[in-house]
């Protein structure tokens, strides 16, 4: 997924866009930020000098104190405004990386399963959220970082009158010192995005690894296989690669320091050096030297941070970028008003191809099948021969390369995705039980509760008889490592509850991607059987390796290498005695030696 460079204004204004629709009062508070902060070392250098002269005027206690206090008073609210402002920046900045982060996460949810599901696609994923990892990222630190820039070039012209009297050799020295930090940023910010994309993909192997080995499940396999050897060598490995990384970065950003710290010794010490002339030739004062310095280092200041503040927001810039390339990534899925649902579903797949990303392997090349309303198909064939793949393109969880996928003669591209997702109630081979009740995971994302479904639900999947057990009932939470009187189902069991939720969303096309692959062939076969009597009325989809499973679909196609090799009825392949009467023998024959061998 290649980045796109937008630049610091487009991106600025992006952001800016952004918090003026959501947040007016931050805007405002950014608007205020800047003569506060233009005028404050302003007020701060010229109470100094206020004092001293009067002193050295022999003005009356009267107006030293009159004049003290006024400038004081205006230092001190300067001050107070800073510190106020400072600190609602932090609050309305979080809030607003808290609001960024949720749209984020929105856009993961809503975006296609090809994205998503595809390593280029977690990768732009971990990219886009630097953007709202923490307290120190652009998104919370923008309106101060933006603010800041612009107080620095109000600042400039507006000091740039009193500099007027100063050495120009001081002056171009401070210009130098500020065009040679610009060329050494940009150096600066073309290292970081080098080693940053090195850092990005180490991170998301760290935190994989972290991820497994905090996993009470997997614990017992980390114990008896030493597999902790193996995870800890990973983690060197990673942390290896991540060390050398972060030491190139703080190379870089030392040499940028060392550059900066030198200039600010010429420019303090000739600044010195020319104020001090001044004074001794009687040219300024005391109180005006000290004026003439605060504001030289102020202006330097101001003209660095410049600088140092445009180097920076280009690096964060970046974040930004893989923000919007994420959160602007089009999918080609209708999300808006699509083609009304039909009432019969008959499916096609017309000359589909697939791959996955850039790889050159087709899954499936010219596949043609045909789906009829209410049809019981079987889809069969060793592991690895596309039978999920084909039931992903089916339900518009990926799409073909080439060809189309068709519902009543309709590209499914046509309808809206979420009417589109509703017609299917399916059952996955990999089940993630999230830590909630189980009556809250049953009907999960679905249609209004209803008591009546969910009983049903309950009792056709076998789950009802598994929660009469528990003292909380189906009000029980799952999964331990969350709740603290929670409890954890047995695989059975977990199969029991998807099962029991794709019954309660009732949707008009049935499939079931091998959810029983971990039990015994007897174990499976009822369950699809007691799935079959439950979803009669529907279409229905049987996935599985074990051929004898779904001997009682209307049809099983037989994959292979990326094409139908074999259809029909059971009776039907077996009679043709190809290749599926082959595997059929064979598992048969598997089956009744260990039957046997278990007899005795």
Known sequence: MESKERGLIKNSLYMLKNILKTDKILFSLMVLYIPVFVFSPLASAYLPRAVIESIQNNAGISVFIQNFLIIAFIVAALKALETFLTARFNCHGSYRRIELMTELYKKMWTMSYKNIA????????????????????????????????????????????????????????IFISGTVSYFYGKYEIKKNKEINEVLKKEHHKMRYLTQKACDYKFAKDIKLYKIETWIVQAYKSSLKIINKCYGKIKTVNFIGALISA??????????????????????????????????????????????????????????????????????????????PLPKKFDIELKNVSFK????????????????????????????????????????????????EVLLNGKNINEYNIDEYYSLFSTVFQDMYVLPDTIKNL??????????????????????????????????????????????????????????????????????????????????????????????????????????????????IILIE?????????????????????????????????????GGK
Not at 151 to 171: P, R
Not at 280 to 294: A, Q, R, V, W
Request: glycine residues 8%.
């Open 118 to 173: 595809s390593q280029e696609g977690i990768l732009s994923f971990e990219k886009a959220r630097d953007m709202v990892d923490n307290d120190y990222s652009i998104s919370q630190q923008f309106p101060k970082k933006i603010s800041s820039l612009i107080v620095s070039i109000v600042g400039i012209f507006f000091f740039g009158s009193l500099m007027a009297s100063i050495n120009l050799i001081l002056i171009g020295l």
């Open 262 to 339: 030198l200039f600010i010794f010429l420019r303090d010490g000739l600044a010195y050096i020319y104020l001090t002339g001044m004074v001794l030739n009687k040219e300024i004062g005391i109180g005006e030297f000290i004026f003439l310095f605060s504001i030289i280092k102020t202006f330097s200041g101001w003209l660095l941070g410049i600088i140092s503040q445009i180097t920076n927001l280009k690096r964060e810039s970046l974040s930004i970028d893989y923000y919007r390339d994420f959160c602007e990534l089009d999918d080609g899925l209708t999300k808006g008003k699509g083609i």
């Open 356 to 403: 996955y990303g850039e790889s050159e392997k087709y899954i499936f090349k010219d596949l043609n099948l045909r789906i009829e309303d209410k049809e019981k198909l079987a889809i069969v064939g060793v592991n690895g021969a596309g039978k999920t793949t084909l039931t992903c393109l089916i339900m518009n969880l990926l799409q073909p390369t080439e060809g």
């Open 442 to 555: 049953v009907t999960a994302g679905n249609k209004k509760f209803n008591q009546e479904d969910f009983d049903s639900a309950l009792k056709q999947s076998g789950l009802q008889k598994i929660i009469e057990n528990l003292n909380e009932k189906e009000n029980t939470y799952l999964v331990k490592g969350v709740w603290p009187n929670a409890i954890d189902l047995s695989g059975g069991q977990e199969q029991r509850l998807m099962l029991a939720r794709a019954l309660y969303k009732n949707g008009h096309i049935s499939i079931l991607d091998e959810p029983t692959a971990a039990l015994d062939p007897i174990a499976e076969s009822q369950i699809y059987s007691e799935y079959n009597n439950m979803t009669k009325d529907k279409t229905s989809i049987f996935i599985s390796h074990r051929l004898a499973s779904t001997r009682f679909c209307d049809r």
């Open 561 to 597: 290498n990326g094409k139908i090799i074999e259809e029909g009825s059971h009776l039907d392949l077996i009679k043709q005695n190809g290749e599926y009467k082959k595997m059929f023998d064979i598992q048969s024959s598997y089956y009744q030696d260990n039957k046997h061998k």
